[in-house]
């Protein structure tokens, strides 16, 4: 039979006979099919479809205050999500379900867009934003820390030093939300940051909602620097610019913390990132204007100024020649923190918020582990428990520092990114607080400074869900009539379960996490009408390209 034009018919004995052209033909004749294209839209609305789970569980379990100034504390849209039992579970169901769906979404965007270039830059862009776009109305998640940052703004406003003096010395701190945990601890936080939380708190007028509004202004900030910055670090460093973007901002843990959690790290790094970028470009006075207001939002990066100044130079620079950048950028620093201490009032005094930001040790970090541990040896022959930790902590900073110079004086220098992302986990990984946030100071500098193996982006997808499950249980805020273990245990269940669902089950994600989603036996995938993953390899390869 010849082909036909379908709607045309052709004379075969008799009769007339329509011959359409079949698909394959079809697509032959407009081009070959480009994968990814439509296939991404389902990625990008799923992640949508998660974030409003995520933000919608958030009216239940995320952080609220019941302060006597909050205006939805006692609403009666809010209150049957956070007083009832009904309202409370089907809260954490779609936090914990929620946020699981929000990685599946990032995986499968990976895998419809790896094929597409420099298109798949665009729709990186358009899910980081898409995805966020729901969080604006959620409560926290995650984490309370914006509370603090407000709580610290009030300080301020009420004429008080916060490296001085502690949120807990304010009356009904407790109510405005602040974690107990930073209580009694001076602040981290630089000049600038604080004279921002000192306007937030006199605009909301101590309305924990409207704070909250006002602190993720700085947010959003921050997440539009970082997608501004990143994808032309990688340009200009040869890389990718999709998939550096797609590892660092669009990926959830990064969107829920900096968004959902409403932390001030995203226009840190943010800031640094755009720092990096001005060097390159051959705009140095402004790139170290940039890192010096980075600075004083966090100190903490001033681990990655020698390594601006690194940038600026050739590999295999002499010391001479770096000793002379350091100081001219040094100086140049030093004046704008200097005048921004002045218009504040604080001076220099987050240096010491600095030192002692460290009293607070959690005992999952090792370091601080360890320094607990030998300051409860130390406490059986007479010491102090704190006196002998402190010990031990001092130890691991001069470490970390050890580690940062060799790095800063190593001929030929290396990659400046990387190697500020180097000097951030040393400082990290030695200290004796880790909070699941920290990892997102990272991962922009290891994706800028070299591309991942198979392996270490597999390592990735493992602990950010690990992490975020983590945050999810350890972050729920529940009535005090509600059993808090009980409500947790739920929690890890249900994002257990979901997770095993991606990892050991789905056809389309657990071929990315290797050996781990095969370990079904053939019995069990035959019981649970799962396809072979040799099946579907294939069609694995055809979509991702």
Not at 261 to 282: I, S, T
Request: charged letters at 10%.
């Amino acid at each position: 039979m010849a082909e036909g034009v379908p709607g045309r018919s052709q004379e075969g004995r008799g009769r007339a006979i329509v011959v359409p052209i079949h698909r394959e033909n079809q697509q032959s004749a407009a081009g070959p099919r480009r994968p990814g294209l439509q296939d991404s839209k389902g990625p990008i609305l799923q992640g949508l479809l998660a974030s409003v789970m995520v933000s919608c569980g958030s009216w239940g379990v995320g952080w609220l205050p019941y302060a006597q100034e909050s205006v939805l504390a006692r609403s009666p849209l809010v209150l049957p999500l956070r007083a009832e039992t009904v309202g409370v579970i089907i809260c954490t169901l779609l936090l914990a379900v929620g946020t699981v769906l929000m990685f599946r979404a990032w995986l499968r965007l990976r895998q419809t867009t790896r094929s597409l270039g420099a298109q798949a830059l665009g729709l990186m862009r358009r899910a980081a934003w898409t995805w966020s776009a729901p969080m604006l109305f959620s409560f926290p998640i995650l984490s309370q820390d914006v509370y603090s940052y407000l709580g610290q703004g009030r300080l301020m406003h009420s004429g008080l030093s916060p490296y001085e003096n502690w949120v807990s010395q304010l009356p009904g701190w407790f109510a405005q939300g602040a974690d107990s945990l930073w209580a009694e601890s001076s602040s981290p936080y630089g000049p600038l940051f604080l004279m921002y939380a000192r306007l937030a708190y006199f605009v909301s007028g101590g309305v924990p909602e409207y704070g909250v509004v006002m602190m993720r202004l700085v947010a959003v900030a921050g997440v539009a620097l970082c997608i501004y910055a990143i994808p032309r670090l990688a340009l200009k460093l040869g890389g990718d610019p999709s998939w550096t973007l797609w590892v660092s901002v669009v990926n959830p843990l990064f969107l829920m913390n900096m968004v959902g959690g409403v932390h001030n790290d995203g226009l840190m790094l943010g800031g640094v990132l755009l720092a990096f970028l001005l060097v390159y470009r051959k705009r140095r006075v402004l790139g170290t204007i940039a890192m010096a207001l980075s600075i004083a939002i966090k100190p903490v990066m001033l681990l990655a100024l020698p390594f601006l100044g690194l940038a600026m130079l050739k590999p295999e620079a002499r010391l001479r020649s770096k000793v002379r950048v350091w100081l001219w950028i040094t100086v140049l620093t030093t004046a704008i923190l200097a005048a921004l201490g002045a218009a504040t009032g604080l001076w220099f005094g987050w240096i010491s918020g600095m030192a002692s930001s460290g009293d607070a040790a959690f005992p999952y970090a090792p370091v601080g582990l360890l320094g607990l541990l030998v300051g409860w040896i130390g406490s059986l022959f007479g010491g102090s428990i704190s006196t002998v930790a402190g010990v031990v902590y001092a130890i691991f900073k001069v470490v970390s520092m050890a580690v940062i110079a060799w790095l800063a004086l190593r001929k030929p220098s290396g990659n400046p990114l990387l190697y500020s992302g180097y000097a951030l986990a040393a400082s990290v990984l030695l200290a004796p607080i880790i909070q699941p946030w920290y990892l997102l100071w990272l991962i922009p500098f290891f994706a800028l400074g070299k591309k991942f193996s198979v392996g270490q982006e597999r390592l990735l997808y493992v602990l950010c869900l690990v992490l975020a499950i983590a945050g999810v249980v350890d972050q729920l805020s529940v009535a005090q009539w509600f059993s808090l273990l009980w409500m947790r245990i739920f929690a890890a269940l249900v994002g257990l379960l979901c997770v095993a669902y991606m990892v050991f089950i789905d056809p389309k994600t657990a071929p990315l996490f290797g050996h781990l989603g095969r370990r079904l036996s053939p019995r069990t995938r035959k019981f649970l009408r799962i396809p072979n993953p040799e099946e579907t390899r294939q069609q694995d390869r055809d979509a991702t390209g």
